[in-house]
């Protein structure tokens, strides 16, 4: 598999879209309310943190933020969005939540961190799983993979391979199909044949 294929490739459920909406919605508002509201959310909010450059760096965040918020909602480059903001979201919960909890106790620790541990978490599903269908990355990881032809008997098999390698064969049942399917075959696809 090519690094391409790992990037783009997903098993993933469909309801996976579910989760890509809900984790790209929230980092795509909160990469805008960054440029909205510069006092209480960007330069303010990062200057009141004691994050090094706040002018710099709240308007850098905000803007990974919504491009990659925009790309896990479509679902492009899922794998590489979440990647970005793991980081972003590991430095939030370090810098904002670790000390709730440490000075205010558990419970408020865990009131105030539920949105960022969900994101978290979200964020790694999509890192693992991938995009899943209904995604861009889906679409071109389809794109690149070739189907298999195979021939068992006198019957012959072509494949509907899926991202996650796992194959499905169907039988060729018309010799109208079989011609097709020989006559599209794509130069350089792997042919299997059995006895």
């Known amino acids: 598999m090519t690094l391409k294929q790992r990037i783009l490739a997903s098993a993933a459920p469909r309801a996976t879209i579910l989760i890509r909406a809900v984790v790209g919605w929230v980092f795509l508002t909160e990469g805008i309310q960054k440029f909205l509201f510069p006092d209480s959310l960007g330069v303010g909010r990062f200057a009141k943190i004691g994050i090094p450059n706040p002018s710099f760096t709240a308007p850098l965040v905000g803007i990974v933020e919504i491009v990659f918020g925009a ?4 679902g492009l480059l899922t794998r590489l969005s979440a990647i970005s903001l793991l980081i972003d979201i590991s430095v939030a919960i370090a810098t904002t939540k670790i000390p709730i909890l440490i000075d205010k106790g558990f419970w408020a620790g865990a009131h105030e961190s539920r949105t960022d541990l969900c994101m978290l978490f979200g964020l790694l599903f999509l890192l693992f799983e991938g995009a899943g269908p209904f995604a861009i990355d889906w679409y ?11 021939a068992c ?5 072509v494949s509907s391979s899926r991202a996650d390698q796992r194959i499905s064969w169907r039988r060729l049942k018309t010799q109208n199909e079989v011609h097709r399917a020989r006559c599209t075959w794509p130069s350089g696809a792997q042919m299997y044949f059995q006895k």
């Open 140 to 150: 071109l990881s389809r794109r690149t993979q070739r189907p298999v032809l195979a």
């Open 71 to 74: 790309l896990i909602i479509v």
């Open 153 to 157: 008997g006198r019957s012959l098999y």
